[in-house]
């Protein structure tokens, strides 16, 4: 029955509406975010315009996956694995924590299959 509200609603947003939103979603995600992550793969995998194009590819696999807000949960919690102490246990075995980062590993995993 939630299945066929859901549609009812859709169908009633615009057309143009509807693609707006399709478009955001699919690009939520900053220019230097994914810049960001590209760097990062780069240096990881080599400096070769293959990767450029490889690591460009995985983080628009990982983007159609996450949320930019997800995205960015999952590399608040490891940045702060990271840092370590006392304070930051809670990232170390939170359910909530370890939640988030398994679906970055995910997504990840799966735009590796696609990408590499």
Request: glycine share 2%; aromatic share 6%.
């Amino acid at each position: 029955m939630k299945q066929l509200a859901l549609l009812a609603a859709l169908m009633a947003i615009p057309a143009v509406a509807h693609a707006d939103t399709v478009a955001e979603r699919l690009n939520d995600f900053p220019t230097a975010a994914r810049a960001d992550y590209v760097f990062a793969c780069m240096v990881a995998n080599g400096q070769t315009r293959e990767m450029l194009d490889r690591c460009s590819c995985s983080i628009d696999e990982i983007a159609a996956i996450l949320s930019y807000e997800d995205y960015l949960a999952a590399e608040t919690v490891l940045s702060m694995r990271r840092v370590g102490g006392e304070r930051m246990s809670f990232f170390q075995s939170a359910a909530m924590a370890e939640n988030i980062v398994a679906e970055l590993r995910r997504a990840q995993a799966e735009a590796e299959v696609i990408c590499f």
